[in-house]
């Protein structure tokens, strides 16, 4: 499994401004994407690009050397996308919220157990995820991550309410995912210890 | 991996994924189910009172009134749509799942009208057996009312998709909606009334079946190019 995921002349316009001009990126499997600068700059908006839920002024995305527009849902089916509104449903439960995520997959239940065990929220299936806290609901947003099994991960300020364990993990979990031959994009705006290699855009 | 088999889904899977998320979510929270048809049973009942209780007057204007009450019920429902995925961020999922996005619109939808359009329907005989409609009427009316809420529904995601993103876009919405939602209207209560005058009403259902296709077939499409719009 051999995945590219690249970009050519990236062009983006939000009402006057303009976020990002003649943008170029490529990253392979094994590799990380990192997008920074401070904070409205655009991080988000390139990751939305990127995922396809913006559309960009020029410029197209390549996956694997084919144009995301052409293959939308190959695509979309290749990555897993966590943004800072973790997408989980306040009145379901953990187990209610990743079933739909699996049956949008057609998933089986793979490994479930272990995935709870390693992230820590074995105990809070049965709650309605309002009445956990906020690093709590990160860390099951961050189990659909790894239930997915796709090559693609976009994180969006994956450290967001996580306490120094949880920040550690989630960079665990991201070099794993590299060394198992995925890809991953993130934006972030503080030190992220990843040992894999890594490509750095700086969006001023 | 190669492409071919990255991911391969049933065109239903996402359908009823998300209809079953929705109804289970309305199960949850039941008040937001009650609160269209409380609304309807409330606009019917207090009519008579305002307009007198002649049984003329109520034979004449109940399809109307029932009709009305019903297509205000429905508006009334579609600003939640997508507004709790939208702001949860669950929307941002669906349009990045890959499954089709008409398809997930089409199974939003279809959770509307069961927990919205649905009830109205069988609330609705108890309703006009206030307003002296015949009982050999009554399923004209619900099978009016059936068709007309399922068009209702389908148009009003259109709209709900569109409004979206803005803060308080229920007069909006209403406002787009409102001159697709006429047909139905029209054919819907001019329908049951041509029924409790023992004229032929077969046109009619027939009109609102075709209006009703035509919404199924055109509206998942438009809806989720909406959801694209306002999402940006």
Same mark, same amino acid.
């Given at each position: 499994m051999n995945s590219t995921l690249s970009a050519e002349n990236l062009t983006l316009i939000r009402g006057e401004r303009c976020? %990002?001009?003649g943008l170029d990126f490529a990253v392979k499997s094994g590799e990380l994407l990192i997008l920074e600068g401070r904070n409205g700059c655009g991080k988000t908006s390139l990751m939305r690009a990127i995922a396809g839920m913006l559309s960009l002024e020029t410029g197209e995305v390549f996956w694997n050397q084919r144009p995301v527009r052409q293959q939308r849902q190959v695509f979309h089916g290749s990555l897993v996308w966590l943004a800072h509104r973790t997408g989980l449903k306040g009145d379901l439960n953990m187990l209610e919220n990743l079933q739909f995520e699996r049956s949008l997959r057609q998933q089986? +239940?793979?490994?479930?157990e272990s995935v709870y065990l390693r992230l820590g929220i074995e105990r809070l299936r049965k709650l309605p995820m309002r009445s956990l806290s906020a690093g709590q609901q990160r860390r099951v947003a961050l189990a659909r991550l790894l239930l997915a099994d796709v090559p693609l991960w976009m994180l969006d +300020?994956? %450290?967001?309410?996580?306490?120094r364990e949880g920040r550690k993990l989630v960079m665990e979990l991201v070099d794993e995912h590299l060394a198992d031959g995925g890809l991953c994009v993130m934006a972030a705006h503080q030190d992220v210890d990843i040992d894999a290699p890594t490509t750095k855009i700086r969006i001023q | 991996m190669n492409e071919t088999t990255a991911f391969q889904p049933g065109i239903l899977s996402g359908l009823w994924a998300t209809a079953r998320r929705d109804l289970l979510l309305a199960w949850k929270r039941p008040g937001d189910v009650l609160n269209p048809l409380f609304f309807f049973a409330m606009v019917c009942t207090l009519f008579p009172l305002a307009v007198g209780p002649s049984a003329e007057q109520l034979e004449f204007s109940g399809p109307g009134v029932l009709w009305v009450a019903a297509l205000l019920a429905t508006l009334l429902s579609l600003n939640s749509l997508f507004l709790g995925d939208f702001e949860d961020g669950s929307l941002d999922q669906l349009l990045v799942s890959p499954q089709p996005l008409p398809v997930l619109a089409l199974g939003k939808t279809l959770a509307h009208w069961l927990t919205s359009g649905l009830p109205l329907v069988f609330v609705s005989p108890l309703l006009a057996i206030t307003y002296r409609m015949p009982w050999s009427v009554v399923p004209v009316m619900m099978l009016t009312l059936t068709l007309g809420t399922i068009s209702l529904s389908l148009l009003g995601s259109i709209g709900a998709a569109l409004t979206?993103?803005?803060?308080?876009g229920t007069a909006l919405l209403s406002l787009l909606i409102l001159p697709l939602a006429m047909p139905v209207l029209l054919l819907g209560a001019n329908t049951v009334s041509l029924a409790a005058g023992n004229d032929i009403y077969s046109t009619g259902v027939w009109a609102l079946g075709a209006y009703a296709v035509a919404s199924l077939s055109l509206a998942p499409y438009a809806t989720a190019a909406a959801l694209r719009i306002s999402n940006e």
């Open positions: 976020l %990002f001009e089986s +239940e793979g490994d479930a +300020e994956p %450290f967001t309410n996580l306490d | 979206v993103g803005l803060h308080r």
